[in-house]
């Protein structure tokens, strides 16, 4: 037992001890939501920013295509008839 376990032991009796494991264990509850919270909340700006990416990237290829399509019907307007 550690020293800790002890004095609580001594000033609190079994029910003290009860308290602290439970308090003890919200604590350590609470610190894992917390790290499991960062960490999406990380994942979610890293999606993010992929989002951005991919949108300009599907933006530019929207536009290219368009530009393609306006040659190729300038290309077909042109041909002798």
Not at 17 to 37: P, T
Not at 45 to 69: C, I, M, P
Request: overall charge neutral; hydrophobic content about 45%.
């Amino acid at each position: 037992m550690t020293p800790e376990l002890i004095a609580m032991f001594g000033q609190f009796g079994p029910l003290g001890l009860m308290i602290g494991y439970l308090v003890w264990r919200e604590n350590k509850v609470a610190a894992q939501i917390a790290e499991r919270d960062l960490a999406r909340a990380k994942a979610d700006e890293a999606r993010a920013e992929s989002d951005k990416a991919l949108s300009g990237s599907l933006s530019a290829v929207a536009v290219t295509v368009q530009n393609f399509d306006q040659r190729l019907t300038m290309l077909f307007d042109q041909r002798p008839k």
